[in-house]
């Protein structure tokens, strides 16, 4: 309601400027006290206001169009509303002769003759200009829009990377991998150790060194994150089993930066530790028609269906959502499901391959 | 020659065991009896075993290892080192008490100091003490930790086991407890919540009854409703209604209701 008001109240202030800078220009009319004026244009103002609002209606529904069918649409549109207003000024002027001065109606022939060419143009250049101040409204708001949806995937993706980066220096992660680093030197298991210290490295460096690209390469995606799972099934080796089934011909489809690892890390923290015994991670790709499917499965317990699904999905899944959606607007599904002793969260996007 | 000290370690991660099993092996005074991946297979073994001395690591899985102290007898209760990797709550509970505990990664140096430090505590007298600090540990903590006390069921993944498969694993108040199954007569769900009745107790856990059946073994438990599970065991007679429901009577004397959507399930039972 509020959105509209200000749409008519601008609407309105934009034909009272139109009006001040017209009236200056017929200011020797105003001073010859020309009956036209008064009869003609200044009534003529309120039918623009009124006509503005079919205009601005067509004008946004033309924008599914085709751009040069847009162009040719609006000009019809300026013809056909200036016709109408011209009509409706004249007929208005015409009565008003016989409303207010008593004088007898003309005939039907008299009332056409005073329409002149001149009057069509004018209309049809200022439905021209009404039009033209819409445009440039549009491509305003269509920037502004475009910036904003920059700016918050921009922060999307920053808290992403900052979870993957403190997901690694989380104290139990790394403490943890630094003991069992020290464990396997006390056994001599050194080539173990430096696997485990190369892996540590490696993971850090690459979430430190990513581009901040909004999409990356599944691949590219995947590699981090087997390296994080690689340390994490070495500290619960006996536990911990992890399956990969990424075919070939989805390793170079594009995927939102670090959009798997809250899925993995929910995965630990909602699900593996809270299971005794052995425990299983599944990370599967496929490529169903032109959509990209990617599956993480964990065992543990299951989602409980009386809880708000914002209570059961953690933060850190929000922000994965909350990305999926500003990226591919309604073409994303993200879904967490019970399956088999444990839970499989999923998500459906666009597929697009990086162009080699 | 003295007796050694028995020893058990307990860490969810393999390599933190087998490391500390290792430092243990060049101390001839220490014996280490078992080692245990997690909090269910520590309670067993420590009232298996009777060990003087246990590493315990915090962080487990299902059952921390607060949870593992709390759930045995005052008088059980052996010396504790703990081990942990990193909890801000428990190093300042164990400043405050004045416990012992390892912060993983740990050097040798003071891995045998903290061994030198359990002996100690060992000898008649100061063990008295530590106990008490390490009652006085526990209630603290369970008095900072009663968001996560609830009650529910452990999923048991090592329920195939002999030592468990005759026993339910029940979580409650930070503590677990172990109902015999042949003790259970039958489950009686509600919304959130379920009464497991056995013969002179019952006991509420906050879960589904649809969770539950999954927990249970099938060959002596029967869904016959969707709010009831009875142990076949304490079936005495079925008895038809309408519509094919029926009624199951148990020994005690207690009717359950039993629906014809379950009635598939009694097929192999011929009473």
Redesign the interface.
């Known amino acids: 309601m509020r959105f509209k008001w200000n749409k008519t109240t601008l609407i309105i202030i934009f034909w009272i400027l139109f009006m001040v800078v017209d009236s200056l220009k017929k200011i020797e009319s105003l001073t010859a006290n020309d009956e036209t004026l008064w009869l003609y244009h200044l009534p003529g103002y309120l039918i623009w206001i009124l006509l503005t609002f079919p205009l601005n209606f067509l004008f946004n529904w033309s924008d599914k169009l085709s751009l040069w069918k847009r162009f040719l649409f609006l000009a019809g549109s300026s013809l056909l509303l200036g016709s109408i207003k011209v009509m409706l000024s004249w007929t208005l002027f015409y009565l008003s002769f016989w409303l207010l001065k008593n004088e007898p109606l003309k005939g039907f022939a008299d009332f056409l003759s005073g329409i002149t060419l001149f009057y069509f143009v004018e209309a049809f250049i200022i439905s021209g200009v009404v039009l033209i101040v819409l445009f440039v409204i549009e491509v305003y708001n269509k920037y502004r829009e475009q910036s904003l949806r920059n700016a918050a995937l921009e922060t999307q993706l920053a808290k992403a990377q900052l979870q993957t980066l403190k997901m690694q220096l989380r104290?139990?992660f790394?403490?943890?991998a630094?003991?069992?680093?020290?464990?396997?030197v006390?056994?001599g298991e050194n080539e173990k150790a430096i696997n485990m210290i190369a892996g540590l490295s490696d993971l850090l460096r690459m979430s430190l060194e990513r581009e901040n690209h909004q999409l990356i390469t599944l691949e590219e995606e995947l590699a981090l994150l087997e390296k994080y799972l690689n340390i994490e099934s070495?500290?619960?080796?006996?536990?911990l089993f992890i399956h990969y089934d990424i075919p070939e011909s989805t390793r170079l489809a594009m995927v939102p930066n670090f959009i798997l690892q809250p899925l993995v890390e929910n995965a630990f923290k909602h699900g593996?530790?809270?299971?005794?015994?052995?425990a299983e991670i599944k990370i599967a790709a496929k490529k169903i028609s032109e959509r990209l499917q990617i599956r993480v499965f964990n065992s543990g317990?299951?989602l409980?269906s009386?809880k708000p699904l914002t209570r059961n999905y953690g933060i850190g899944l929000s922000n994965s959502i909350n990305r999926l959606t500003q990226i591919y607007k309604s073409d994303s599904k993200f879904d967490l499901v019970n399956l088999n002793?444990g839970v499989q969260a999923e998500i459906e996007i666009p597929f697009y391959q990086k162009v080699k | 020659m003295l007796k050694p000290i028995r020893v058990i370690v307990i860490d969810?991660?393999?390599?933190?065991r087998?490391?500390i099993k290792?430092?243990l092996e060049a101390v001839p005074a220490f014996e280490l009896v078992a080692m245990c991946?997690?909090?269910?297979k520590a309670i067993e073994n420590i009232y298996k075993h009777h060990p003087d001395l246990i590493f315990l690591d915090i962080?487990m899985?299902?059952?921390n290892g607060f949870e593992v102290l709390n759930s045995l007898d005052n008088h059980l209760r052996p010396a504790v080192i703990f081990t942990t990797?990193?909890d801000q709550f428990a190093l300042k509970a164990f400043e405050h008490h004045a416990i012992d505990y390892l912060?993983?990664?740990?050097t040798?140096k003071r891995f045998y100091e903290s061994l030198e430090y359990a002996k100690s505590i060992l000898q008649l007298s100061t063990f008295k003490r530590f106990q008490h600090k390490m009652e006085s540990l526990l209630k603290d903590y369970f008095q900072n930790h009663k968001h996560d006390t609830d009650t529910y069921v452990?999923?048991?993944?090592?329920a195939e086991q002999a030592t468990f498969s005759n026993k339910l694993t029940i979580k409650a108040d930070g503590k677990i407890h172990f109902v015999p199954l042949e003790e259970i007569q039958y489950l009686e769900g509600y919304?959130?919540y379920i009464k497991i009745h056995t013969g002179e107790k019952t006991h509420i856990v906050k879960e589904?009854l649809k969770?539950m059946e999954?927990k249970l073994p099938g060959q002596s438990f029967l869904r016959i409703h969707k709010s009831f599970i009875v142990n076949m065991k304490y079936v005495k007679t079925l008895e038809p209604y309408f519509n094919g429901d029926f009624f199951l009577i148990l020994a005690s004397g207690k009717r359950l209701k039993g629906s014809r959507n379950f009635r598939k399930g009694l097929g192999k039972y011929t009473l």
């Not at chain 1, 630094?178 to 396997?184: A, D, E, K, R």
């Not at chain 2, 991946?37 to 269910?40: A, H, K, Q, R, V």
């Not at chain 2, 912060?103 to 740990?106: A, N, Q």
């Not at chain 2, 452990?154 to 090592?158: A, F, G, P, S």
């Open positions: 104290p139990h790394l403490f943890n630094n003991n069992v680093i020290s464990m396997l006390r056994k070495m500290r619960f080796e006996d536990r593996i530790s809270k299971i005794l015994g052995k317990p299951v409980d009386a002793n | 969810d991660e393999k390599q933190a087998e490391g290792l430092l991946e997690d909090g269910l962080q899985p299902e059952i990797a990193y912060l993983k990664p740990f040798n452990v999923r048991n993944r090592h919304d959130s589904s969770t999954q």
